[in-house]
C-alpha cells in the first residue's frame, strides 16, 4: 500500500481539515458555516469595514459576499455607510443577535483552544507558533499581488 511521506502542506492541509469539520459539524446545531463563525469574530464591537475582513480571513469577494448576506439575513450584522459620497466605504457592525451568535462561536474555539493546551506544553505550542509564522513569511515570500495579512499570537 502506498504511504504518501509527510510534508508541510499535507500536514496543514489534514489539521485544518480535521478542525474545518469539527467547526462545522459544531456549527450546524446553529445552521451556521465555519466560515461565517470565523467572520462573527474578527467583527469587534466598533465592527470592520468588509475590505478589512476579506483580508484578515483571505476569503475571496465573492464567498465573502455570501456569508455577509446570509448573517445579514440573519439579523446578525447590519451595514452602515461611512462616507455617503463613497458608496464603497460600508463598515459591518454585529447586532445584539450577532453578539451572541459570536460568544457561541467564541466559546467553541475557546474550548478546543484549552483541549489543545492540555494534551500540548506551552514550548509545543510556542515551537507550532514559530514554524506557522515561518511558514506564512514563506508564502507571503511567494505572493506578490495580495498579502493576506499575519495574525500574531
Not at 455607510?81 to 454585529?94: C, G, I, P, Y
Amino acid at each position: 500500500m502506498y504511504k504518501p511521506r509527510k510534508t508541510v502542506c499535507s500536514v496543514a492541509r489534514l489539521a485544518w481539515m480535521n478542525i474545518s469539520r469539527m467547526y462545522n459539524s459544531e456549527a450546524q446545531a446553529y445552521d451556521l458555516s465555519t466560515s461565517a463563525a470565523f467572520l462573527l469574530l474578527h467583527l469587534g464591537e466598533e465592527g470592520a469595514q468588509v475590505g478589512q475582513l476579506a483580508g484578515l480571513l483571505g476569503m475571496e469577494a465573492s464567498s465573502m459576499t455570501r456569508i455577509l448576506r446570509s448573517i445579514e439575513k440573519r439579523g446578525w450584522i447590519v451595514r452602515s455607510r461611512q462616507n455617503e459620497q463613497d458608496r464603497r466605504e460600508v463598515k459591518l457592525v454585529l447586532t445584539r443577535e450577532g453578539q451572541a451568535a459570536r460568544q457561541i462561536a467564541r466559546d467553541y474555539v475557546r474550548k478546543f483552544n484549552r483541549q489543545v493546551q492540555e494534551l500540548v506544553s506551552d514550548q509545543d505550542l510556542q515551537a507550532f507558533y514559530r514554524v506557522s509564522d515561518a511558514i506564512h513569511r514563506v508564502v507571503q515570500q511567494t505572493l506578490v499581488p495580495e498579502p493576506i495579512p499575519q495574525t500574531q499570537f
